[in-house]
C-alpha cells in the first residue's frame, strides 16, 4: 500500500446502513442528520483511490466503483450473502405500504391492496410505468424521511417484484422471478419461513465488477454455479493442488480426521439433536486425549445440550461460551468465517451438518430462473415410510451440497498454526479428496444393555446367570448374550472360558477408565504419521439423567428403524430421524447418505460463511 496512508488499509463498517453506504462525499446525503454533525463513515470514504495500490474491505463495498474500476478484485470467500436483502413478513408489509402511501402516483396504498390487486392489468400497468419512468432503484433518501420503523430503502425493487411476476416469472413452487432494470434480480416467495409469509428477495449483483481489470474468487469448498450467480460473472474455475489436497492436508497442514457417522446428520432441525449420542462421543474424545475438545456445530444443538444439562451455556457474549460438560471452547457455524478461536486448538469436533432449508435452496436457484424441487417432491420414501433419498434437481443438488461444505471449513478452523489437528466430525459429508485417518462408531443404550454394563461394573468378571440374576439386569439371557455380542465387537467386552467350569464361559470389561452405562464408542487409534485401524472401545456416560433424544439412524438403509427384542420386546435399535415438512411430521432412517431435515427452526447462520483458501 502507498500513499499518505498506506501504513493502514481502508477501514470501514462492514455492512453499510443502505441510507448512505458507500456515499461519495459532496452529495445531497449531506442533508441527512449524520452528515450535518459529521459522519465518520463519510469521512473514511472521501479518499483518492489512485494513492492506493490496495484497498481492503468488505464483499459488498465492490459495489463502489472506485474501488472495483480498473482494478483486479480479488474476493476471500463465497460473497453471495453480501449481495442480496430479504424482506418477509411484517417487514415487508410494513415497509411496502409506507412506501405506496408515499407517492399518490401509484394505484395501491397497502401491501394488502398490492397483493390482492397486482394482477389487474391496467393497474399493474400503471405502477410499473410510475416506477419505471421514477426509476426503479433503492430511496435511500426516502427511507430517512419516512417517521416508522418499517422503512426500507429497498421498498420501491420490492414492489416491482411483485407487480412484475403477478402474470410472469412463476417457476411452479412457490418462487416467481423478475429481472430487475439495474440488473438486479427480483423473486418473490410466496410462503416463507416457519411462519409461511410472504417475502421479497432482491438480489444485486456488484455493477463495479464489469468495469474490473480480473475478477478472481478464492475458496476451498467452490460451488462454482452461485459464484457466477451472485457476481453475474462467468468465471473459470481453476483447483490449486490437484490431485494433492489430501497430501496437502495430511503433511503440510498436519490433520488428522476421524469420521463418526456414515449419515449426515443436520443438525437444525431440533428433533435430530441426540443430546446423549453427542455425550458419549464428546466424553470418549476427552478420555482418548486427556483434554476437552473445542466444538463446532449448530445454534440447535447448543441450545439443546444446555437444556438437556450436557453444557452450562452462556449465550450473550460473542462467541458464545460454554461451562461444564465434555467440551472446551465453543463455535456455532455461523461465527466461524474468519475466527481463529481454535488456531491452537490440537483436538476438536464437528458435531452435525449445515442444512439451511428448502427456503434457501429454491430462493438461489430463483435468482438462476431455476426451479428446484421442494418439500414432500424431494423426499423419497420406501415402504414404511423411511426417507430413502433426497432430491432436489439438478441446480437444488448443487446448492444443498454447497450448504454440506461447511461442514470442511469447520474442520479446518482448528490448528490453524501450522501445527495441525485431531479433529473428529460427526457426519458424512465430507467430499472424496478429505483424507480421513479412521472411522468410529457411536451407540447410545438402552435398558437391556445399560443394566449389562452396570452388571458387570460391579461384578468384575461374570457369567451369563450371574449378569441375569443382578439387581441392575431385567432382561433374560438371550438378550444379555445379544448384549455380550455387541460389546465384545466393539472390544469393550473380553469373553474367555471360565476357569472353575470349562463348559460355560465368563465375561469382563475390558476397559473400566470412564466406563458408565449410556453410551458405546470406538475410537480409532489415529498416530501422527499415518492412522491406524486398530481401535480402543469405550463405553461412555451422558450424564443427562432419564433425558431421551432421538439416535441415529440404523446401520444400513435396509433395515428396519426399530428392531423387536426377544422376550421382553426391548429394543436397543436407535430411533429415526424426524423430518418436518411445513405442518406435518415423517419419520426418515437417513437411508442414503442424504438424508437432511428440511427447515430450520432455530438461528439461521450465514450460509455464506465458509472459509477455507485451497482453491482458486
Not at 427456503?359 to 423426499?379: F, H, N, P, Q, S
Not at 501422527?528 to 472401545?537: K, L, N, V, Y
Request: net charge negative; aromatic share 6%.
Amino acid at each position: 500500500i502507498r500513499g499518505p496512508s498506506s501504513a493502514t488499509p481502508l477501514a470501514a463498517p462492514p455492512r453499510p446502513r443502505p441510507a448512505h453506504g458507500c456515499r461519495e462525499a459532496g452529495t445531497e446525503e449531506d442533508n441527512i442528520p449524520c452528515q450535518r454533525d459529521g459522519c465518520e463513515y463519510a469521512r473514511v470514504w472521501d479518499f483518492d483511490p489512485d494513492e492506493f495500490e490496495l484497498v481492503i474491505g468488505h464483499p459488498i463495498h465492490i459495489a463502489k466503483p472506485k474501488v472495483a474500476g480498473d482494478r483486479t478484485v480479488l474476493v476471500d470467500e463465497y460473497p453471495g450473502g453480501a449481495f442480496e436483502t430479504t424482506l418477509a413478513g411484517p417487514h415487508l408489509r410494513g415497509a411496502i405500504t409506507r412506501y405506496l402511501r408515499e407517492f399518490d402516483g401509484l394505484p395501491f396504498d397497502s401491501f394488502g391492496a398490492l397483493a390482492m390487486g397486482r394482477t389487474d392489468s391496467d393497474r399493474r400497468a400503471d405502477a410499473l410505468a410510475f416506477l419505471e419512468d421514477r426509476g426503479v432503484e433503492p430511496d435511500g433518501l426516502g427511507a430517512i424521511r419516512f417517521d416508522d420503523s418499517q422503512k426500507h430503502a429497498l421498498a420501491p425493487l420490492a414492489v416491482y417484484t411483485m407487480l412484475a411476476t403477478a402474470d410472469s416469472g412463476a417457476l411452479g413452487n412457490g418462487f416467481a422471478r423478475t429481472e430487475l432494470p439495474d440488473g438486479g434480480v427480483g423473486v418473490f416467495e410466496f410462503n416463507h419461513g416457519p411462519a409461511d409469509e410472504p417475502a421479497v428477495h432482491i438480489l444485486r449483483r456488484p455493477v463495479p465488477l464489469r468495469f474490473a481489470s480480473n475478477v478472481i474468487g478464492l475458496d476451498g469448498t467452490p460451488t462454482p454455479y452461485l459464484w457466477e450467480v451472485a457476481t453475474g460473472c462467468d468465471l473459470t474455475h481453476r483447483v490449486v493442488l490437484e490431485d494433492r489436497r489430501a497430501e496437502y492436508v495430511e503433511h503440510a497442514l498436519g490433520y488428522r480426521i476421524v469420521q463418526t457417522s456414515e449419515y449426515s446428520r443436520p443438525y437444525y432441525n431440533p428433533e435430530n439433536i441426540n443430546t446423549d449420542r453427542d455425550a458419549a462421543l464428546l466424553q470418549a474424545i476427552r478420555h482418548r486425549h486427556g483434554e476437552a475438545p473445542g466444538v463446532i456445530t449448530t445454534s440447535t444443538a447448543f441450545i439443546g445440550w444446555d437444556r438437556d444439562d450436557l453444557i452450562d451455556l452462556d449465550n450473550d457474549p460473542d462467541p458464545w461460551e460454554a461451562a461444564g460438560g465434555p467440551v472446551g471452547e465453543i463455535l456455532k457455524y455461523g461465527n466461524m468465517l474468519g475466527s481463529n478461536r481454535f488456531g491452537t486448538t490440537r483436538v476438536g469436533a464437528v458435531l452435525g451438518s449445515q442444512h439451511y432449508g428448502d427456503g434457501v435452496i429454491g430462493k438461489w436457484a430463483a435468482y438462476a430462473g431455476e426451479a428446484a424441487t421442494l418439500g414432500t417432491d424431494a423426499r423419497g420414501q420406501d415402504e414404511q415410510g423411511r426417507m430413502t433419498e433426497l432430491d432436489y434437481g439438478e441446480t437444488g443438488n448443487r446448492i444443498h451440497e454447497h450448504m454440506k461444505r461447511a461442514t470442511v471449513q469447520a474442520m479446518f478452523r482448528f490448528g490453524r498454526d501450522g501445527n495441525g489437528a485431531t479433529v473428529y466430525v460427526d457426519s458424512d459429508v465430507l467430499p472424496d479428496w478429505v483424507p480421513v485417518h479412521g472411522h468410529g462408531e457411536v451407540a447410545t443404550t438402552c435398558d437391556g444393555l445399560r443394566g449389562t454394563i452396570e452388571a458387570l461394573e460391579d461384578l468384575g468378571t461374570a457369567t451369563t446367570a450371574e449378569i441375569e440374576d443382578h439387581e441392575a439386569v431385567e432382561i433374560k439371557g438371550c438378550q444379555i448374550r445379544r448384549h455380550i455380542d455387541r460389546l465384545r465387537e466393539t472390544g469393550a467386552v473380553k469373553t474367555s472360558p471360565d476357569p472353575e467350569d470349562g463348559r460355560r464361559d465368563v465375561h469382563t470389561l475390558t476397559d473400566t477408565a470412564g466406563i458408565t452405562p449410556d453410551g458405546v464408542v470406538t475410537l480409532p487409534d489415529v498416530g501422527t504419521e499415518t492412522g491406524a485401524e486398530s481401535c480402543g472401545t469405550l463405553p461412555y456416560s451422558s450424564t443427562i439423567g432419564n433425558s431421551t433424544s432421538k439416535s441415529d439412524p440404523p446401520d444400513t438403509p435396509d433395515e428396519p428403524a426399530t428392531a423387536t427384542a426377544e422376550d421382553s420386546g426391548e429394543s436397543c435399535e436407535d430411533e429415526p430421524y424426524t423430518s418436518t415438512i411445513g405442518n406435518s411430521t415423517a419419520k426418515s432412517d437417513g437411508g442414503t447418505p442424504s438424508g437432511e431435515a428440511d427447515t430450520p427452526t432455530a438461528e439461521q447462520d450465514d450460509p455464506a460463511a465458509l472459509d477455507y483458501p485451497a482453491t482458486v
